[in-house]
Every structure is written in structure tokens, then in C-alpha cells.
């Protein structure tokens, strides 16, 4: 496609529920990128892939949280048994190569609410 | 730490007159700094990077941005505003150890006609 494409584009999901939420970077892409933006917040690093390699994992808040990308192009964020503090608006972006001055390339998010 | 930090929440502009949105940034050794802009339910557009060369850099719709080491800032401009400009703007910074950009808090520049 043309450019990153998320789904859902909304998730409504009772406290406790498991989520899935899907990436689809731009063909050719090496390097992903997975973000959480509170509202009125600026986006926040979870986790980055190049490849099917996840070469950083830092900023998963806790160990519900669990992404892969196991053929090196979708991509899955996993977060099991929600909690109202994982509602939040999850981006995902891609870029070429991972290069610093590769500009990344995002997609327009997963609003995700736990109610 | 690398880190970058925009100032002002809110920023108002008329239309017309030129527009400044501030961004300064923490580092040690050369930054890697980008202007993003956020419209309502969409996600983040790429407006323009400095990794070195001039001082004066130009990206999308009008917009430039110069770096100044001196005072570590890395200001968003535009000589003339356009109520199509009303969005969230972020300033980041290219974080070398792990290869991901670091976000300001954003900044919401309001135009009006």
C-alpha cells in the first residue's frame, strides 16, 4: 500500500481482555516502530524492530505487552489483560532503513479504550 | 539523556503573520532533530529533518526550521500562517542507542482567519 496501515482504528475492550492490534508498514521497509500517545501527550517509544529482529524493547510498560513481526513486515502488538491505563492511541510507523536520517513513516493509530 | 522540550503549549497566530514554534534539545555529541505535525485523529507527517549542513533547513508547506548550537534550538517557522497550519506540532530528536526517535510534548499552534 501506499502508506502504514493500522487496524483496528478503534478498539473498545473490557478491563481484564486480551488485544491484538495490527501494522501493515510500507512494502520495503526495514525498520518498525511501535508508539503510545496519551491524549495530549507527545508519543512514547514501545518497541522497534528491524527486520524480524526486535532490537529494542524498552519502552513496553509492563510484561502484558508483547509485540513481534515475525516474517519482517506486519507487525502485532499484543497486550494482554487491559487495564484503563493502556487506553491510548497506539501508532505504528516504518522507515527505509533505520538510519538516523531516515524520516519514520506513521500510520494513523489504534485508539484502544479499556472500559 | 538525549531529549528535546517545546516550550509552549499553545500557540496563536493570525493568519498571515509569520509563526514560530520553539523547540530545544539536550545532547551530547551532533543531534539528529525532526518537526513532525499531528492533525485531529491522524497520525504524525514528517515536515523536516537537520542532521548537518546548513543551518537553515526547508520541508513541507512552507515550513523551515534552524538549528542553533549555541543555544541548542531547533525553532519551526513560517513566514506566513495559514489556518490549514492549526495542529499539533512535535519536535524529536534521534535517540543513537537503539535507533528511535524521542518526542516533545507537542505544541498546538491555532491560527486564526
Known amino acids: 500500500g501506499a502508506g502504514v496501515s493500522q487496524s483496528p482504528r478503534y478498539k473498545v475492550a473490557k478491563r481484564g481482555q486480551d488485544v491484538a492490534l495490527r501494522c501493515d508498514p510500507i512494502?520495503?521497509?526495514?525498520?518498525l516502530f511501535w508508539y503510545q500517545q496519551a491524549l495530549g501527550q507527545g508519543p512514547e517509544f514501545l518497541t522497534y524492530?528491524?527486520?524480524?529482529?526486535?532490537?529494542?524493547k524498552s519502552g513496553l510498560p509492563s510484561d502484558r505487552f508483547f509485540a513481534e513481526r515475525p516474517e519482517g513486515s506486519v507487525s502485532t502488538l499484543k497486550i494482554q489483560r487491559t487495564q484503563q491505563e493502556d487506553s491510548a492511541v497506539y501508532l505504528c510507523?516504518?522507515?527505509?532503513?533505520?538510519?538516523?536520517?531516515?524520516?519514520?513513516?506513521f500510520g494513523n493509530g489504534t485508539r484502544l479504550t479499556v472500559t | 539523556a538525549q531529549s528535546v522540550a517545546q516550550p509552549e503549549d499553545q500557540v496563536n497566530v493570525a493568519e498571515g503573520n509569520p509563526l514560530t514554534v520553539k523547540c530545544t534539545y539536550s545532547?551530547?555529541?551532533?543531534?539528529?532533530l525532526f518537526w513532525y505535525v499531528q492533525y485531529p485523529n491522524r497520525g504524525l507527517q514528517f515536515l523536516l529533518k537537520?542532521?548537518?549542513?546548513?543551518?537553515l533547513v526547508k520541508g513541507s508547506y512552507g515550513f523551515e526550521a534552524e538549528f542553533n548550537k549555541s543555544q541548542t534550538s531547533f525553532h519551526l517557522k513560517k513566514p506566513s500562517a495559514l489556518v490549514s497550519d492549526s495542529a499539533l506540532y512535535f519536535c524529536?530528536?534521534?535517540?543513537?542507542?537503539?535507533?528511535?526517535?524521542?518526542f516533545g510534548q507537542g505544541t498546538e499552534l491555532s491560527v486564526k482567519p
Open positions: 510507523a516504518s522507515s527505509l532503513n533505520g538510519e538516523p536520517g531516515s524520516p519514520l513513516h
Open positions: 512494502s520495503g521497509h526495514v525498520s
Open positions: 524492530f528491524q527486520n524480524e529482529a526486535q532490537l529494542d
Open positions: 545532547v551530547s555529541g551532533n543531534p539528529y
Open positions: 537537520y542532521i548537518t549542513g546548513d543551518n
Open positions: 524529536a530528536d534521534y535517540y543513537n542507542q537503539g535507533g528511535k526517535l524521542i
